[in-house]
Each structure stands twice: as C-alpha cells, then as structure tokens.
C-alpha cells in the first residue's frame, strides 16, 4: 500500500470510543472526504464522548458532539463485521490486542498507532485542553505520514 492510497475501509479503535478514535473517525472524514467509508470503535463503551475531545475537534472544523459511542461487540451486533475493513488503526494496547484477536482469520492490516491518552495528564481547564490539543495533533501527523495530505474538500 502505498502512502498516499487510501483504504476504501478504515476502522479506528481505542479503549472506550470516547476520545482517540472519535477523534481520528471525524478528522478521517474531514481530511479526507468520502474517500474510504470511516468508523470508530472502543474495547468498551462505557463513555459518552469527551467534552475536551469536542472542544478540541471543533477548534479544527471536526464535528463530535453527535458521535455515538460504540464497542467492538456492539459493531458486530449491528452487522459490521470487521475482517470486511482493508484497515483497522488501534491507537491504544488494549484495543490492538482485541482487533487483532478478533479478525485473525481475516486477511486485513492492523496498524498500531501510539497516540497519548490524555485523560488524567493535567489540571485545570486549560492544562487539560492543551494535552487533548497534543493527542489530536499527534493524531494529524500519522494521519498526514500514513495517507497523504489532506483533499481539497472545499
């Protein structure tokens, strides 16, 4: 695969599809257009989407508010299975460990992404907003290395 290919099928997935993943499924979307279908997912979902996650996202056009939190069993449920994504990204260990165990049959990439949790890494509202900031910029770069820059959606 190439830098700039894109796949036609992207999963991202972190521990509670609350933070990392949202954020990387909404600036998918955003950076990229329809390019490749996009969705996200957590190894639970026991967390609505954080506030500072939406903050953060919006200060760069990407819309997170409506995103509804999902787990990996819960794609299933609902008819996604996973070994039908050219690429699952986990940005987490955990989340790594469950793609990889539940699409060994499947013939598709699993990449691993080191991208920072930034829940519990500071305090007050603006020490805390710019970790979320560093975890999406972190997100962009690998996003840029991994498929190019982003399309002209304008």
């Known amino acids: 695969m190439t ?4 796949p036609s099928s992207v999963l991202f997935c972190c521990d509670h599809n609350s ?3 949202p954020m990387a499924e909404g600036m998918m979307k955003k950076f990229y257009g329809r390019a490749a279908y996009v969705q996200s997912a957590g190894v639970k ?3 609505e989407v954080d506030g500072f996650a939406i903050a953060v996202c919006d200060e ?3 819309p997170l508010a ?4 999902r787990s990996f069993e819960e794609m299933q449920d609902w008819g ?3 070994g039908q994504f050219d690429l699952i990204v ?3 260990p ?3 460990r469950m793609a990889l165990e539940m699409t060994r049959h499947a013939h598709l990439d699993v990449e691993y992404w080191p991208i920072m949790d930034p829940t519990g890494l500071a305090e007050g509202r603006e020490a805390r907003l710019a970790a979320y900031r560093q975890t999406r910029d972190q997100i962009e770069t690998r996003m840029r290395a991994r498929f190019g820059p982003p399309h002209d959606l304008a």
């Open 60 to 62: 760069i056009g990407v």
């Open 90 to 92: 986990a940005l987490s």
């Open 19 to 21: 933070i990392r993943s």
């Open 3 to 6: 830098q700039d290919k894109i």
């Open 66 to 69: 409506n995103h509804r939190s």
């Open 80 to 82: 996604d299975d996973l």
């Open 94 to 96: 955990a989340s790594q």
């Open 45 to 47: 979902n026991d967390m």
